[in-house]
């Protein structure tokens, strides 16, 4: 299966452990799979999310970043792909994007 050159998944991510964004340990979430995408994350103690994301653009991409303040619901991801963008978005607000030379 090719993977599209547009598109995005969104999930909720959550714990048991409900301070699980904010106490200083980690966790390891994934990876989750399908239609040809894996995500992968990891909370570190720093308060730090490492996602590793592969299937878009043919490639595995890595974002580092602060985990927000999270709802009771837990967190919510968005990544989207098109015209050789990858963003990421948390609890609604984009965090970073990386583009790629097509």
Known sequence: ????REGSITFWLRHQNVD????ENSYN?????GAG??????????RKLTLDISGPFGKT????????EC???????AIT??????????NGKE???????G
Do not use: C
Not at 1 to 4: D, F, K, Y
Not at 37 to 46: A, E, G, L, Q, Y
């Open 1 to 4: 299966m090719t993977m599209e």
């Open 20 to 23: 699980w964004y904010k106490d």
């Open 29 to 33: 979430f994934g990876p989750f799979a």
């Open 37 to 46: 995408i894996s995500v992968h994350i990891v909370k570190h103690p720093t």
């Open 61 to 68: 991409h890595s974002f580092n970043v602060q985990v927000p």
């Open 71 to 77: 709802s009771p619901k837990g967190l919510f991801v």
């Open 81 to 90: 792909w098109k015209d050789n963008s990858l963003r990421l978005y948390l």
């Open 95 to 101: 965090i970073e994007v990386k583009t790629f030379v």
